[in-house]
């Protein structure tokens, strides 16, 4: 049976996330696909993928861009979810997913954002991300759109950083992206090593700079030497 919905995952070094993200998409039947599209992770990630039964697993060159990408088109169904390799996706995502792209009038979504640890201002985070715009929008709360719309825009574009970004800007220009009210729970890794209020704010003045003109290249050096 073709499936109605590939859900891309681009890994790197996820083992400790990857059990747990595994059985929930097991759970959504048939009528939906796993790629895991792996960078070269050294931690057993790729062990995890092949012993799961019903995840395919690739390998494409490092960046997440590329990783993504290559899943795509390997991709058998006529909708794509693009999904971190640390974020769970709700049990309904696929039924959410659907229902959303049925809408001729909606060219793309994704959901709001929750954390595997609670504080009150990843609470207050996590309540922001319902509002859906380029700086409240980002790559782990999960995009989906259709598999044509996904190729007449090229794909994502080949940058090391701030791809989910830029495709998303794209994206906006040609059509109607909506934000769904339920929340991916994602890991609260990065706010743990900078803080909540640093590692936002890093965030926004990143996104801010990139749209404004600074180059991808150069805002991900800044990015890993804060880390």
Same mark, same amino acid.
């Given at each position: 049976?073709?499936?109605?919905?590939?859900? %891309?995952?681009?890994?790197?070094?996820?083992?400790? +996330?990857?059990?747990?993200?595994?059985?929930?998409?097991?759970?959504?039947?048939?009528?939906?696909?796993?790629?895991?599209?792996?960078?070269?992770?050294?931690?057993?990630?790729? &062990?995890?993928?092949? @012993?799961?039964?019903?995840?395919?697993?690739?390998?494409?060159?490092?960046?997440?861009?590329?990783?993504?990408?290559?899943?795509?088109?390997?991709?058998?169904?006529?909708?794509?979810?693009?999904?971190?390799?640390? &974020?769970?996706?709700?049990?309904?995502?696929?039924?959410?997913?659907?229902? @959303?792209? /049925?809408?001729?009038?909606?060219?793309?979504? *994704?959901?709001?954002?929750?954390?595997?640890?609670? *504080?009150?201002?990843?609470?207050? +985070?996590?309540?922001?991300?319902?509002?859906?715009?380029?700086?409240?929008? +980002?790559?782990?709360?999960?995009?989906?759109?259709?598999?044509?719309?996904?190729?007449?825009?090229?794909?994502?574009?080949?940058?090391?950083?701030?791809?989910?970004?830029?495709?998303?800007?794209?994206?906006?220009?040609?059509?109607?992206?909506?934000?769904?009210?339920?929340?991916?729970?994602?890991?609260?890794?990065?706010?743990?090593?900078?803080?909540?209020?640093?590692?936002?704010?890093?965030? %926004?003045?990143? %996104?801010?700079?990139?749209?404004?003109?600074?180059?991808?290249?150069?805002?991900?050096?800044? +990015? /890993?030497?804060?880390?």
């Amino acid at each position: 049976m073709k499936p109605l919905l590939s859900i %891309v995952v681009p890994v790197l070094n996820e083992a400790r +996330y990857l059990p747990q993200l595994l059985a929930r998409l097991r759970g959504f039947g048939e009528h939906v696909e796993t790629l895991v599209v792996d960078g070269g992770s050294s931690d057993g990630s790729q &062990t995890l993928v092949r @012993a799961d039964g019903r995840a395919i697993l690739l390998a494409s060159a490092r960046g997440r861009a590329r990783q993504m990408n290559a899943g795509a088109a390997e991709a058998r169904a006529p909708l794509l979810f693009f999904l971190h390799g640390d &974020t769970l996706p709700p049990p309904e995502a696929p039924e959410l997913i659907i229902r @959303a792209l /049925t809408d001729p009038g909606v060219l793309a979504g *994704s959901f709001r954002l929750a954390f595997d640890r609670d *504080s009150a201002l990843l609470r207050f +985070y996590a309540w922001c991300t319902s509002a859906n715009n380029l700086l409240t929008t +980002y790559g782990d709360q999960g995009l989906f759109l259709r598999r044509g719309d996904f190729e007449e825009l090229g794909g994502f574009p080949d940058l090391p950083f701030l791809e989910d970004i830029e495709f998303q800007r794209r994206l906006r220009r040609h059509g109607r992206m909506i934000k769904l009210d339920s929340a991916v729970r994602t890991s609260a890794r990065r706010f743990e090593r900078h803080g909540v209020l640093g590692q936002q704010l890093r965030n %926004v003045a990143i %996104v801010g700079a990139y749209l404004v003109g600074a180059p991808a290249a150069r805002l991900k050096k800044l +990015y /890993t030497d804060a880390r």
